[in-house]
């Protein structure tokens, strides 16, 4: 079994930037693909994006393509989020969630057996 912790979230100004971390312990993070996915208050939780599990292919939200960039360090057990560009509709908590379809960058909840507690995002306007 693997645990996850993000970190990384704040208060930030539309326009600017911030960089979420999710760090594994108990596995081997490339044992598995990674995603991140965020839920907004009074929202249902929705993909953002994912990495398979050797970094090499990805996908990504329509909403945040060309804004965040999702990536792996397998060496350090890391996935991170770089996020640009904020939006106030970028508000929400944000998981880090990881699937045994490690060949995947899968785009729905029910993929990923493993997630984190979240980290809370706020973009002020």
């Known amino acids: 079994q693997v645990q996850l912790v993000e970190s990384g979230g704040g208060l930030v100004q539309a326009g600017g930037s911030l960089r979420l971390s999710c760090t594994a312990s108990?596995?081997?993070?490339?044992?598995?693909?990674m995603g991140w996915f965020r839920q907004a208050p009074g929202k249902e939780r929705e993909f953002v994006a994912a990495?398979?599990?050797?970094?090499?292919?990805?996908d990504y939200a329509d909403s945040v393509k060309g804004r965040f960039t999702i990536a792996r360090d397998n060496a350090k057990n890391t996935v991170a989020l770089q996020m640009n560009s904020l939006k106030p509709d970028d508000t929400a908590v944000y998981y880090c969630?990881?699937?045994?379809?490690?060949?995947?960058?899968?785009?729905?909840?029910?993929?990923?057996?493993?997630w984190g507690q979240g980290t809370q995002v706020t973009v002020s306007s």
């Open positions: 108990g596995r081997t993070l490339s044992n598995y693909a």
């Open positions: 990495v398979a599990w050797s970094g090499g292919t990805t």
């Open positions: 969630a990881a699937s045994r379809c490690r060949l995947a960058t899968g785009t729905t909840e029910a993929m990923y057996e493993y």
